[in-house]
């Protein structure tokens, strides 16, 4: 089975550029369809957004969830996937999580239908 790790959270200002990782151990990357959730205090685990192994690799946001706020991509070759966040706000406060999916779904946007979570990576930003 994989192993998933994150890094890159912490403290941020507002608007300031920020880039997690999502490290993957055990097994290929490239199998599996990737996803990315986050939880705030007090709120339930939330989409953002997925890599899949289709086709060219694309990728799939929460309807809920601007492109343009979020940039999921990955690299096979280094095992990782990364959410960026080039402009994040004070709502974007959260544990952040990435999870893979061994079935390659095509977009899966629950949380059940991933089978390997990492242990989060906490993300403050600050006003």
């Known amino acids: 089975q994989v192993q998933l790790v994150e890094s890159g959270g912490g403290l941020v200002q507002a608007g300031e550029f920020l880039r997690l990782s999502c490290t993957a151990s055990?097994?290929?990357?490239?199998?599996?369809?990737m996803g990315w959730f986050r939880q705030a205090p007090g709120k339930e685990r939330e989409f953002i957004g997925g890599?899949?192994?289709?086709?060219?690799?694309?990728?799939?946001y929460a309807d809920s969830m601007k492109e343009d706020r979020f940039i999921i991509f990955r690299r096979n070759d280094k095992n990782q996937v990364y959410l960026e966040m080039p402009s994040p706000q004070p709502e974007d406060t959260a544990v952040y999580y990435c999870?893979?999916?061994?079935?390659?779904?095509?977009?899966?946007?629950?949380?059940?239908?991933?089978?390997?979570w990492g242990q989060g990576t906490q993300v403050t930003v600050s006003s």
């Open positions: 890599s899949n192994t289709l086709g060219k690799l694309s990728t799939f």
């Open positions: 999870a893979a999916d061994e079935s390659g779904g095509r977009g899966p946007r629950n949380g059940v239908d991933y089978e390997y």
């Open positions: 055990g097994r290929a990357l490239s199998i599996y369809t």
